[in-house]
């Protein structure tokens, strides 16, 4: 199972879009810890099994194929202070959220249905129905 934390394992454009997110929080002095790329099947599923067939908190509407970390073209993220998560801190989030649009990137802080202020895609206009037929970001 695959659950990785690296840019490496996005698409380069994507990889590129979240440099120059960590880059441009860095200056507005906010650490970023990226807390997950691209997942696998078997990494989606688990995921999407919390809160419904194992214990824990609902994260994910999405099994495997239908969430954007499955085409390398997602990651997750966290703002630090003081070398802690802090996940309540919906006001770090949404200055994140906007630097991250400021660089191109999709913030689902924005989504009206299942908002994920820990979360940022890069689609190239390609939906998900592209992207489960085959389609790839121009690179």
């Not at 099947?41 to 099994?49: G, K, S, T, V």
């Not at 966290?78 to 006001?91: F, V």
Request: hydrophobic share 35%; aromatic share 10%.
């Amino acid at each position: 199972m695959i659950d990785s934390r690296s840019l490496e394992d996005l698409r380069p454009v994507v990889k590129a879009k979240a440099k120059a997110f960590l880059e441009a929080c860095a200056k507005e002095n906010i650490e970023i810890r990226i807390t997950s790329t691209y997942r696998d099947a078997e990494a989606q599923n688990a995921l999407y099994a919390q809160g419904r067939t194992k214990p824990g908190k609902r994260v994910t509407n999405a099994k495997a194929g239908q969430s954007m970390h499955n085409y390398r073209v997602a990651f997750d993220f966290a703002p630090m202070k003081n070398g802690k998560i802090d996940w309540n801190d919906t006001a770090l989030f949404a200055r994140c959220g906007k630097i991250a649009e400021s660089v191109g990137l999709e913030w689902a802080g924005r989504w009206t249905t299942f908002k994920e202020l820990a979360h940022c895609q890069y689609t190239g206009g390609l939906t998900l129905k592209d992207f489960q037929a085959g389609k790839q970001l121009e690179e």
